[in-house]
């Protein structure tokens, strides 16, 4: 079955550089979540979208910003980036349309990022 | 949203049934339970999901009493794989409220 693929699997950036990470959600999933996760921590939530539309907002810095496209495709841009911003990105997607809370969240593997 | 307390860490011989508990004391009426493992470098994955009274898969069990204040995954027969860490999280994502929170999983290690 399909799963959600993120890329890139890992990447490395400078301090103050920028970083975009992508996330394809399974086919037919209407929302997409965006959590990081930083050594030996539980993943913080960022963000969210529901059919294009930004849901909900977590911890996400104001560096961060992320969109979801026409295609369902999601990405996060991360902007002047900080040491402390090295962690695990991981998208999750579900149906919502389901309803009735039916609609459990499937996660990629996650991109990890590495600020230098 | 209904704040998660599960105890940090536990320890159990592969063989034996694991029950780790969950409280929710502000759940929601609409809430639902789900719980997820993760192992490390891995996204979570999807356990298990429930409302009220008690829910089986081919992996997991999940009981929920009727208050709902609290929830317990029972892992039965665990092996040295079932070793990771366990979130249990409230709620129900919306078409205008998606913001699903993990709160401080259970660390599950199985020994020999």
């Known amino acids: 079955a399909a799963g959600v693929i993120q890329s890139p699997r890992h990447l490395i950036k400078e301090k103050r550089e920028t970083a975009t990470l992508k996330c394809y959600p399974i086919?037919?999933?209407?929302?997409v979540y965006w959590y990081q996760q930083g050594p030996g921590q539980d993943p913080q939530f960022l963000i969210s979208?529901?059919?294009?539309?930004?849901?909900d907002k977590g911890s996400i810095p104001d560096r961060f910003s992320a969109q979801q496209f026409s295609d369902y495709h999601s990405e996060l841009n991360m902007s002047s980036l900080e040491l402390g911003d090295s962690a695990l990105y991981f998208c999750?997607?579900?149906?919502?349309?389901?309803?009735?809370?039916?609609?459990?969240?499937?996660f990629g593997n996650g991109t990890r990022l590495t600020v230098t | 949203l209904a704040k998660t307390t599960q105890p940090i860490s536990m320890d159990s011989y592969e063989g034996q049934e694991v029950n780790i508990t969950c409280s929710h004391n502000?759940?929601?009426?609409?809430?639902?339970i789900t719980w997820y493992q993760q192992f490390p470098s891995q996204g979570p994955r999807f356990i298990i999901q429930?409302?009220?009274t008690k829910v089986t898969n081919e992996v997991a069990s999940l009981f929920i009493p009727a208050d709902r204040k609290s929830s317990t995954l029972s892992l039965p027969r665990v092996s040295l794989s079932d070793t990771a860490v366990y979130y249990c999280?409230?709620?129900?994502?919306?078409?205008?409220?998606?913001?699903?929170?993990f709160g401080t999983g259970t660390r599950l290690q199985v020994t020999l």
């Open positions: 086919p037919r999933h209407d929302t």
């Open positions: 999750a997607s579900s149906l919502v349309a389901l309803g009735e809370g039916n609609s459990p969240l499937h």
């Open positions: 999280l409230v709620g129900v994502p919306t078409g205008t409220a998606s913001k699903l929170t």
């Open positions: 429930g409302y009220k």
């Open positions: 502000n759940i929601a009426t609409n809430d639902y």
């Open positions: 979208f529901y059919e294009k539309m930004q849901s």
